[in-house]
Each structure stands twice: as structure tokens, then as C-alpha cells.
């Protein structure tokens, strides 16, 4: 009996594009502005997607919450909810995909920041 190798799934493009979010986020503290993060994902990712896509997505995911901000320099200010994050991930099944891209690593790396910046 041979056995059929198994053909692992790449993610939906909505949900790479949820992911390089995600990334784009944790590299910057959680938060982001609008036009900085649509700017660097069409810039990084020029043939895949558009602004409108990136903007589309702030809105409708639920880990991506507006920020309190008086300035608006750049658009909207946008934060990463962890906790609706970690949630999300599960709901979809994307554990492997988040542990892949060390979504976790950099989730824990951004709370310990947060808890020393607190202490301080």
C-alpha cells in the first residue's frame, strides 16, 4: 500500500493578505495607520493586491480595531486586538499557517513589551 503524499493547502489570498497584516502590525507595536499599512503591503506585494483590498479588510476582520488617535496623518489609526487574533486563528483552523510565519512568537514578543512598558 503506498501512500499518497499530502498536499498541504496554501492560504486564500484574503487571508495572506490577513496575515501580512498581522505582520505588518506586530512589527510596529500593534498599531498602524492606514496609508502605512496599505503602502507597505502594495508596495511589498505590488501584483497581488490594492489599497482598497487592505482598507476593506481593516474594516471587516475582527482583529483590527480603531485606535484612539487626535492626529490623522496617515488615515485611520488602526491597533491589533491579540485576543480577537488568537481566537481567529483557531476559528479558521490556521494554527500551523500562524506557527509557519511565527505569528506567535512575535504575539508574545509585542505582550512583553506592552507589560514592560506598563511597569515603566
Do not use: C
Not at 505588518?24 to 483590498?53: A, C, W
Not at 476559528?91 to 506567535?104: S, V
Amino acid at each position: 500500500m503506498t501512500k499518497t503524499p499530502i498536499k498541504r493547502k496554501s492560504l486564500p489570498l484574503t487571508e495572506a493578505l490577513v496575515f501580512d497584516i498581522v505582520e505588518f502590525l506586530l512589527d510596529n507595536k500593534g498599531y498602524g495607520y492606514s496609508n502605512q499599512i496599505s503602502y507597505h503591503i502594495v508596495q511589498n506585494k505590488p501584483r497581488r493586491y490594492t489599497s482598497r483590498e487592505v482598507v476593506g479588510i481593516l474594516r471587516n476582520r475582527p482583529m483590527f480595531r480603531h485606535a484612539q488617535s487626535s492626529e490623522r496623518k496617515g488615515g485611520i489609526r488602526w491597533r491589533l486586538d491579540l485576543l480577537a487574533l488568537e481566537k481567529y486563528i483557531v476559528q479558521k483552523g490556521y494554527q500551523d499557517k500562524a506557527e509557519n510565519r511565527k505569528i506567535y512568537d512575535n504575539i508574545r514578543n509585542l505582550k512583553w513589551i506592552q507589560i514592560k512598558k506598563t511597569i515603566k
